[in-house]
């Protein structure tokens, strides 16, 4: 289980099945680039708020980029990764990795805190974090 952190006007979009492929772009080689794997499921939570979805992997791919491996990723997946303006690509055309994940059944759920205080965007959920779910 994973737990993605989103910011708008993705997370929208993604809730709302307009955005299809999740992307996770770095300098450096970080969950989820080579951590996830179809089947998987991926919490969804607001920046700064609690989690209020859920997705399954579908499928995951993983890229080490070059400028001509972004441009083809751009050309292949922009309308699926919801990113059609030019600031979306010019912020990661420094990255060296990305991953993108396919997301399958994005479902709204009841908000649901999580005790996350880092800044990280994405986090491997093992059975020591999920005490960190508030499932009541």
């Not at 997946?77 to 055309?93: G, I, N, T």
Request: glycine share 4%; aromatic share 12%.
């Amino acid at each position: 289980m994973h737990l993605a952190v989103f910011v708008e006007p993705f997370l929208t979009a993604v809730l709302e099945g307009r955005k299809t492929i999740e992307s996770r772009f770095g300098v450096h080689r970080r969950p989820p680039y080579l951590c996830i794997a179809p089947d998987d499921y991926i919490l969804i939570k607001r920046s700064g708020g609690p989690v209020v979805g859920l997705a399954l992997a579908k499928t995951a791919d993983f890229y080490q980029l070059s400028p001509s491996v972004l441009a083809d990723i751009r050309e292949r997946f922009a309308y699926q990764l919801y990113a059609l303006d030019e600031e979306f690509w010019e912020s990661r055309a420094s990255k060296q990795y990305a991953t993108l994940i396919e997301l399958e059944e994005p479902t709204e759920i009841k908000p649901m805190a999580f005790a996350k205080r880092d800044r990280q965007g994405w986090v491997i959920i093992d059975r020591r974090a999920e005490a960190q779910l508030d499932l009541r």
